[in-house]
């Protein structure tokens, strides 16, 4: 079956870097468009960034000049790297998979906390 393992949250001070990690099994990743989504405490869950099959990539505006996301393919895996981090970051953050022309249902990893603060 398919499954998202993400990896690389913690605890960090402002301004510092995390970079998350997703690694895909059981699907043709390069048939899916891939996601970081977050959610903090109280709030609903909302979208940080995309990285679709043909590699274009987008970002809420609140990240935007601060995370990158990026794919490798070979690697099955899709990364966030997140810098100058604030407080307001502070969220459990997922990886989501979406097929291409939606002949599956959307797939989501099990999330990895990333905490903000001094």
């Known amino acids: 079956q398919v499954q998202l393992v993400e990896s690389g949250g913690g605890l960090v001070q402002p301004g510092g870097s995390l970079r998350l990690s997703c690694t895909a099994s059981?699907?043709?990743?390069?048939?899916?468009?891939m996601g970081w989504y977050r959610q903090a405490p109280g709030k609903q869950r909302e979208l940080v960034a995309t990285?679709?099959?043909?590699?274009?990539?987008n970002y809420a505006d609140f990240v935007k000049g601060r995370f990158t996301i990026s794919r490798d393919n070979a690697k099955n895996t899709v990364y966030l790297q997140m810098n100058s981090l604030k407080p307001e970051d502070t969220a459990v953050y997922f990886c989501?998979?979406?097929?291409?022309?939606?002949?599956?249902?959307?797939?989501w990893g099990q999330g990895t906390q990333v905490t903000v603060s001094s």
């Open positions: 989501n998979a979406k097929h291409t022309l939606g002949l599956t249902p959307p797939y």
């Open positions: 990285a679709i099959s043909g590699g274009n990539t």
């Open positions: 059981g699907m043709i990743f390069s048939i899916y468009n």
